[in-house]
């Protein structure tokens, strides 16, 4: 049996408490790290960069929506993201998987389709659960902006993610040790990509994706 190294990412302990036991049975002698908010994971993951896996809620402390997704996706963009959510229509499937995530898991899922996901991932494959063609129709503006978004760099996205974390272009350029004059260009090329005129715009384009995953 493998040790795999995983990083399980949820804000309610029971929850994470059944992942824990999930992937407990499928790796011996590995590593599984409990995060309960956005930074905890940042930091275990820098911390343990041989992580094979993220198991990521899509609502904690930290994260909005699929922002959490796409900063750790730029930021880490070796380790595979499974997304672990109640919110499970078909369109917050294809969103995941269309901004990185390697797989998508419903927490109503038993089990062992929670299993079966993990170690399709594991293997290298991508897991989505079944959608019909009738679900796959996409809003026309939501799919622009999807479009958009993927033109977006990896440092972009981190740009992105921390401006709608209400971060300033200061605070930005600590966190990323670069100066506010490389921040302040990186924002102009988001505001660029997604044909928004202000960082506010910006921040509403990212919430009206969010809030289509929760219609």
Known sequence: ???????????????????????????????????GDLQAVRLAAQAHPEVDLLL?????PGVSGFSGLMALRAEFPALAIIICSASDDTATIRRSLDLGASGFISKSAPIDDIRAAIETVLQGDIYSPPMTGADMREDGDLADLMARLKTLTPQQNRVLGMVCEGLLNKQIAYELNVSEATVKAHVSAILLKLNVDSRTQAVVQLGRLNMAMMA
């Open 1 to 35: 049996m493998v040790a795999y190294h995983i990083i399980i990412a949820d804000d309610h302990p029971l929850f994470r408490g059944a992942l824990r036991q999930a992937v407990s049975s499928m790796t011996q002698n590995g590593l599984i790290i409990e995060a």
């Open 56 to 60: 990521l809620d899509l609502a904690m």
